[in-house]
């Protein structure tokens, strides 16, 4: 599927929570997004954040990744099949790596926030 054939509404990203405590593990959907391409980068740095909010100075990284599938959320793209974003390809790189804020600033992709933005003009 390309960012061509966008399903109606725009890509929409599922925030799951790890922890168990939501019903089915989703917490929400995030939906909007114009491109595939904008759905995949919010997902990944959506999951970036939280590996880092699990993260606890001294930690190892085995012991980041235990906290983060412990307390932790993952997104997916919704119907994005293989061209969608997946946590596990990355999730190594991410216990190992901390990251800079930017590569956290999911916040700034949310279509949400966009909106927000327009209705304040």
């Keep these: 599927m390309s960012d061509l054939f966008a399903p109606d509404g725009g890509w929409r990203v599922r925030i799951l929570d790890l922890s168990g405590g939501a019903q089915d593990n989703i917490v929400e959907e995030v939906g909007g997004f114009e491109t595939l391409m904008q759905a995949n980068a919010f997902a990944r740095r959506y999951v970036r954040d939280s590996v880092e909010r699990c993260r606890v ?52 992709l949310d279509p949400r926030r966009i909106d927000d933005d327009d209705e304040d003009d």
């Excluded at 930690?59 to 596990?88: C, N, P, Q």
């Design 57 to 108: 100075p001294g930690m190892t990284a085995k012991e980041v990744l235990e906290s983060w599938f412990a307390y932790g959320e993952d997104a997916e793209v919704i119907d994005a099949g293989d061209a969608g974003w997946r946590s596990a390809t990355e999730l190594g790189d991410f216990v190992d790596h901390p990251a800079a804020a930017e590569d956290r600033d999911w916040r700034m």
